[in-house]
């Protein structure tokens, strides 16, 4: 009867057992039950700087939708645009692409 293994030695078999057994052993993983559960997630809450726009500015061109990495800006009821803040991390690239300087970052208030 041998030694029973440490819980070390387990972890570095299952870890090597791919190298050993090849990819097809693999334990299937990552299951998705359902789809587009990212929109759960609301990334605005970990934000400190919004996006502001200057209507008087904003040509509508979009490019800041274009480069907005969270997809969360939206065309407006008035044909400018308008951020979902609910999404918006506040990165602050839709502000810095704007050609015309319409999207100021401003500080959260508390
Ligand atoms: S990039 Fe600037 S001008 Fe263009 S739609 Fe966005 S805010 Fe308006
Ligand atoms: S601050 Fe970042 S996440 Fe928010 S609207 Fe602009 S580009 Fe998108």
Redesign the pocket.
């Known amino acids: 009867m041998g030694e029973a293994k440490s819980e070390v030695e387990e972890k570095r078999e299952r870890l090597e057992a791919p190298l050993r057994d090849g990819w097809r052993k693999l334990p299937h993983s990552l299951l998705i039950f359902e789809p587009a559960t990212s929109l759960y997630y609301y990334t605005g809450d970990w934000r400190t700087f919004k996006p502001v726009?200057d209507r008087s500015?904003?040509?509508?061109?979009?490019?800041?939708?274009v480069y907005c990495p969270e997809g969360c800006?939206y065309i407006a009821s008035d044909g400018?645009?308008d951020v979902d803040l609910n999404y918006c991390k506040g990165c602050g690239i839709?502000a810095k692409?704007?050609?015309?300087g319409?999207?100021t970052m401003v500080e959260e208030e508390k």
Do not use: D, T, V
């Open positions: 726009r500015k904003c040509i509508a061109c979009l490019l800041c939708w800006i400018g645009i839709c692409e704007c050609p015309l319409a999207i």
